[in-house]
């Protein structure tokens, strides 16, 4: 059975629960619409830092943060549209906009949460177009779906490369498998991959990977006998890795685009004038056997 509730923390915060298994999600509206927890069967799977959460003037470390309009970062946070030059932060500014919950719902095979953030004064001055973005989250005994629509409300064609953030809690990553179904991997930071292995024996790793054979994602925690598996949308056609030293996360992050991919044109999604675009990650846990 699952069912839903609303709770006052420092943000108001909403919980979507299997109530047979100790399995739920908690999204908070004010902070970019998160999915700031996720916990399986009693389990921890996306890692948190609380207090990045509490703090309006941080970027949450943690959860699942939504990277639009774009998914990684721009040389000089600069790209041009119509021949004038915008800024960018790395990410997007999705992550800083409140939402606002449109819709509700649990029965017993499913609870879903849909939520809305629009266009503002302060994002057309970086990104000139109007647009709503919807995110729905679903949980259901197969795991969780993440799912996006993005509006064009403008008269005018809008690209955008979207992206997700999902900081998976590790505690032993000396018994940690990543399966990424890559031919290609690329160094955003210098030997963060090692013997044909992500490399966390540093202070910082950084990987982006493309080429993919298959657009399931696995990582394999030994310690904790729990496999996660990512599926993404074929559209998502880049898979990053990010770790810090000492921190008991991994990220693995599905994206459209490469990085800089407003300026070297890869991977840009470019919706026409009232039209719309949906695209679907699920993310699975399960008990090894």
Same mark, same amino acid.
């Given at each position: 059975?699952?069912?839903?509730?609303?709770?006052?923390?420092?943000?108001?915060?909403?919980?979507?629960?299997?109530?047979?298994?100790?399995?739920?999600?908690?999204?908070?509206?004010?902070?970019?619409?998160?999915?700031?927890?996720?916990?399986?069967?009693?389990?921890?799977?996306?890692?948190?830092?609380?207090?990045?959460?509490?703090?309006?003037?941080?970027?949450?470390?943690?959860?699942?943060?939504?990277?639009?309009?774009?998914?990684?970062?721009?040389?000089?946070?600069?790209?041009?549209?119509?021949?004038?030059?915008?800024?960018?932060?790395?990410?997007?500014?999705?992550?800083?906009?409140?939402?606002?919950?449109?819709?509700?719902?649990?029965?017993?095979?499913?609870?879903?949460?849909?939520?809305?953030?629009?266009?503002?004064?302060?994002?057309?001055?970086?990104?000139?177009?109007?647009?709503?973005?919807?995110?729905?989250?679903?949980?259901?005994?197969?795991?969780?779906?993440?799912?996006?629509?993005?509006?064009?409300?403008?008269?005018?064609?809008?690209?955008?490369?979207?992206?997700?953030?999902?900081?998976?809690?590790?505690?032993?990553?000396?018994?940690?498998?990543?399966?990424?179904?890559?031919?290609?991997?690329?160094?955003?930071?210098?030997?963060?991959?090692?013997?044909?292995?992500?490399?966390?024996?540093?202070?910082?790793?950084?990987?982006?990977?493309?080429?993919?054979?298959?657009?399931? +994602?696995?990582?394999?925690?030994?310690?904790?006998?729990?496999?996660?598996?990512?599926?993404?949308?074929?559209?998502?056609?880049?898979?990053?890795?990010?770790?810090?030293?000492?921190?008991?996360?991994? +990220?693995?992050?599905?994206?459209?685009?490469?990085?800089?991919?407003?300026?070297?044109?890869?991977?840009?999604?470019?919706?026409?004038?009232?039209?719309?675009?949906?695209?679907?990650?699920?993310?699975?846990?399960?008990?090894?056997?």
């Amino acid at each position: 059975m699952f069912n839903y509730l609303k709770k006052q923390d420092q943000f108001e915060t909403y919980v979507l629960e299997n109530t047979t298994n100790e399995t739920y999600i908690e999204v908070v509206p004010e902070r970019g619409s998160i999915i700031s927890k996720y916990v399986h069967n009693n389990q921890t799977i996306f890692y948190l830092e609380q207090e990045t959460l509490d703090n309006p003037s941080e970027n949450v470390r943690g959860g699942n943060p939504i990277l639009f309009p774009i998914s990684s970062y721009l040389v000089d946070e600069t790209y041009h549209y119509n021949d004038t030059a915008y800024q960018l932060k790395q990410h997007g500014f999705a992550r800083n906009l409140a939402g606002n919950v449109i819709d509700i719902h649990a029965d017993e095979n499913s609870a879903s949460i849909t939520l809305e953030m629009v266009h503002n004064e302060e994002t057309y001055v970086r990104y000139p177009f109007h647009f709503s973005l919807i995110m729905k989250y679903t949980l259901t005994t197969d795991g969780l779906s993440v799912q996006a629509t993005v509006h064009n409300h403008d008269n005018k064609v809008m690209p955008f490369y979207l992206g997700y953030h999902p900081y998976f809690y590790v505690d032993d990553k000396d018994n940690l498998e990543l399966n990424i179904p890559s031919t290609h991997v690329d160094e955003l930071i210098p030997n963060s991959f090692s013997q044909n292995k992500f490399n966390f024996n540093q202070l910082e790793s950084n990987t982006i990977h493309n080429e993919l054979q298959s657009n399931v +994602c696995e990582m394999i925690d030994r310690t904790r006998q729990l496999k996660i598996s990512m599926t993404s949308d074929d559209i998502y056609q880049y898979v990053v890795l990010w770790a810090l030293q000492g921190k008991p996360f991994v +990220c693995i992050e599905p994206w459209m685009a490469p990085v800089d991919g407003m300026n070297v044109g890869e991977g840009i999604q470019y919706l026409e004038a009232n039209q719309s675009h949906t695209s679907i990650i699920h993310i699975k846990a399960e008990e090894l056997r």
